[in-house]
């Protein structure tokens, strides 16, 4: 794969915009894990881009010139759910007025992609379950079984060892879709990509695209962007109904966003020790310093994983994952 810098813009990759970390290590974990099999669960914040990670992994993969089938869990009626996952046979509800197969069948072969399948009613859950460990379905109201050859990569929004926790999901489902997880960053995590998305939403626009000053693309970075990668694609989209092919200064941004939030000048880090001769063990001085917050945070959240994780500003399964590789131990969830 090219360096970072070199990302050929007409590789299926570019559709995930970004230099940072976080974005450049997904675009590699896509090609590592592409051919394989294994289930995919993609966790993020809404709007983060979880659907592109899912629509790389096939394009990228073996799969890539059978079906991509896409369902999204939360837009469906649950009592219409099971119908559009497996089938149904004529008659078998009002309305079935002739055989329709479902989104397993039509993924045959290829992927199917569950969105938002935190949303999912428990009782879909369970014959989910047991589609993914038979790779068999039977349509509604029909008694044939039928054999289903394809790769699940599901998205959720929702931390779904909370929801666990609540009894609102399975946690033998979450195992069989968590085998492989990608976690797409928010969007007020990977700031430095925030002019280059600008960038790309722009150049897909028709007319001559906006473009904003230095200035004004520095108060953007500085955006939280609760809705993320879409409701930044949604901005520009305003900008160039408003100002088409201008250069847009920070003196606009207030009638373009909807909830600005002025720059505040962020605080300067402490200065760090004079660095000894004999050098630093940076590593080590790192993960004491992760303990001594995980530990602090902890104990004021009363041993709380969750409440943790929102204090530290991390998901739930990263602090977690840090717990475990700093040996720190807690009772509570």
């Known amino acids: ?14 559709r995930l915009v970004g230099t940072s970390k976080a974005i ?21 914040p809404s709007g983060s881009g979880k659907d592109v990670v899912a629509q790389l992994l096939h394009q990228r993969g073996r799969r890539a ?13 649950p009592d219409l759910l099971e119908s ?75 931390d779904l060892f909370a929801a666990i926790d609540r009894g609102d999901f399975r946690c033998d489902l979450l195992y069989r879709l968590d085998v492989i997880r990608i976690e797409m960053p928010g969007l007020a995590d990977r700031p430095e990509d925030v002019p280059l998305l600008i960038r790309h939403f722009a150049a897909l626009l028709p007319g001559q695209p906006v473009r904003f000053t230095a200035a004004a693309e520095d108060l953007l970075m500085r955006q939280p962007w609760p809705g993320n990668v879409r409701e930044l694609k949604n901005f520009v989209e305003r900008a160039q109904a408003h100002f088409p092919g201008e250069i847009i200064g920070a003196e606009r941004l207030p009638r373009l966003l909807r909830g600005f939030t002025p720059a505040v000048a962020r605080p300067a880090p402490p200065a760090p020790e004079p660095i000894p001769d004999a050098g630093i063990d940076l590593k080590r001085i790192l993960a004491d310093l992760e303990h001594a917050y995980i530990t602090e945070a902890l104990t004021v959240s009363g041993g709380a994983v969750a409440a943790t994780a929102k204090l530290l500003g991390l998901q739930r399964t990263t602090l977690i994952e840090k717990m475990r590789r700093l040996h720190i131990g807690t009772a509570g969830g």
């Open 1 to 14: 794969m090219p360096a970072r810098h070199e990302l050929d813009p007409s590789s299926p990759l570019a």
């Open 84 to 158: 559009e996952m497996f089938g149904h046979e004529a008659g078998a509800f009002t309305g079935a007025v002739k055989a329709r197969p479902g989104r397993f069948e039509a993924a045959h072969g290829g992927t199917l992609f569950l969105d938002e399948v935190g949303d999912m009613a428990t009782a879909m859950q369970a014959k989910l379950l047991r589609a993914l460990e038979t790779r068999v379905v039977e349509r509604v109201g029909g008694m044939l079984p039928i054999a289903v050859d394809v790769r699940v990569i599901a998205a959720t929004s929702v």
């Open 65 to 77: 010139a059978r079906p991509f089938i896409a369902l999204n869990c939360a837009a469906v009626a």
């Open 24 to 44: 450049t290590d997904i675009r590699a974990e896509i090609e590592k894990l592409a051919d394989s099999a294994a289930s995919v669960l993609v966790t993020g």
